[in-house]
């Protein structure tokens, strides 16, 4: 069946990028996506992309997808005390439901 | 537009009641899918709706738990004789067509003791 993974923790220092990696199985998924949740919240999207895409930049957001790999990151550069979350990576299933990972815990320290 | 809402947003019911949840999704958005996510890991979909019409339901969903949307607007989310193991928050995203970006509410944190 569909599932997708990711590394559970990451420490970053403020200021520097931190990049999150995600896997996942469903090579029909069409769209992937990021999300951040922080505590008592409900999730917030930051960014997707399409599947026959390879890169996609929003700001300090750098998204690379490795198809053939079934590979996806997230980069977010510059680092702030205010990105501390869980960050969330997510496979379209078809053009429908979506398969999230566990989530990724973000920690930067001064 | 607004965002989705959810209500309530905490719900503490003792075992063996029933408890109702509510999504409004955000205006003119005609999907509408609902999540679990309990602690430590990553939301669950359970079902979801195009308009009013409930398209897919996951093997989550037990035949304790029953979702509607009348009029192909807000949704309510309903489990029937709780159990320890429904603890959890209950996600609800909407948008505005299928393939489009899901967009969730802050959801409803359900504890049954």
């Known amino acids: 069946g569909e599932d997708v993974e990711q590394s559970l923790f990451l420490s970053v220092r403020e200021g520097d990028s931190s990049v999150i990696n995600c896997t996942y199985t469903?090579?029909?998924?069409?769209?992937l996506y990021w999300y951040k949740q922080e505590p008592g919240a409900g999730l917030q999207l930051l960014t997707y992309?399409?599947?026959?895409?390879d890169m996609k930049q929003d700001q300090r957001l750098t998204v690379l997808l490795n198809k053939k790999d079934k590979h996806l990151s997230l980069r977010i550069a510059d680092t702030q005390t205010g990105d501390s979350a869980i960050y969330f990576c997510?496979?379209?299933?078809?053009?429908?439901?979506?398969?999230f990972g566990a989530g990724t815990r973000l920690a930067v320290h001064p | 537009d607004t965002g989705v809402s959810q209500d309530p947003r905490h719900k503490i019911t003792k075992r063996g009641q029933n408890v109702t949840f509510r999504c409004d999704p955000i205006?003119?958005?005609?999907?509408l899918y609902w999540y679990r996510q309990t602690l430590g890991q990553g939301p669950e979909f359970l079902t979801y709706?195009?308009?009013?019409?409930?398209?897919?339901k996951s093997r989550l969903l037990s035949d304790r738990f029953s979702a509607e949307r009348p009029k192909g607007s807000f949704s309510t989310l309903e489990i029937q004789r709780t159990e320890q193991g429904d603890s959890a928050m209950y996600l609800c995203?909407?948008?505005?067509?299928?393939?489009?970006?899901?967009?969730f509410g802050p959801g409803t944190r359900l504890t049954v003791t």
């Open positions: 709706f195009q308009n009013e019409a409930q398209l897919e």
């Open positions: 995203a909407s948008s505005r067509k299928a393939g489009d970006e899901q967009y």
């Open positions: 205006s003119e958005h005609n999907r």
């Open positions: 992309i399409f599947s026959n895409m």
């Open positions: 469903d090579s029909s998924s069409t769209y």
């Open positions: 997510a496979s379209a299933v078809g053009y429908n439901k979506l398969i």
